[in-house]
């Protein structure tokens, strides 16, 4: 095995690259996890529960996931912590560790995939598509729409455009970890863009029967 051990963190939900989210620790095994990782570098993966619960153990977890850093914590006196971490690289899990005291595992970061040879298309089309199902699900109560001067330009960087609306996207556990596995940024926007337009007929869909 060559890949780097890394405690992990195995959640009920999918974090991209460059995204942030908030974290609340309240297992003794996490907690000492958290303990570890602030004592260090502040890292840790996190991996989508592909079957089972949070709590506990004895859960079924994707072998892909992102690897992120701490970049806000809070105490609070009872031993629980309330972080904010963000998304940095996929990494790829070669062997889970014993869970001792808490999950581990050696990971290596997958080799890069060719970007995109026109992503301005690509990610224009994604982002109308994101737009728009976000504005129809807050016209019915749901996902707030995005403000319309909120940009997803990656700083000109396209992959990372390509994350930061993936995580904007309305979608479930399962089709997030369908992106965040694509064989890069162009069949990420693609996918993307196809999730968004089955979502906007569902919800057609439905208001038609109601």
Wanted: net charge negative.
């Amino acid at each position: 095995m060559t890949g780097t051990r890394l405690p992990m963190f195995p959640l009920s939900a999918v974090l991209f690259p460059y995204a942030s989210m908030p974290l609340h620790v309240f297992e003794p095994r996490y907690r000492s996890l958290m303990q570890d990782c602030l004592a260090g570098d502040r890292r840790f993966g996190i991996v989508l529960i592909e079957r089972g619960s949070e709590v506990g153990g004895g859960d079924e977890r994707s072998a892909v996931g992102t690897r992120c850093v701490i970049t806000r914590e809070i105490e609070l006196t009872d031993g629980r912590w309330l972080l904010e971490v963000r998304g940095e690289v996929l990494i790829e899990v070669e062997q889970w560790l014993p869970d001792d005291p808490y999950p581990a595992a050696l990971v290596v970061e997958p080799a890069p995939v060719p970007g995109l040879e026109d992503p301005g298309r690509a990610l224009e089309q994604a982002i109308r598509r994101v737009r728009r199902a976000r504005a129809l699900l807050a016209e019915h109560g749901g996902t707030p729409a995005l403000p319309p001067d909120l940009a997803f330009d990656g700083g000109g960087d396209a992959e990372v455009a390509a994350w930061l609306l993936c995580a904007a996207a309305p979608v479930n556990a399962y089709d997030a970890q369908r992106l965040l596995v694509a064989d890069g940024a162009e069949e990420r926007l693609r996918l993307l863009a196809e999730l968004m337009e089955d979502l906007e007929l569902d919800l057609h869909r439905m208001l038609a029967s109601e």
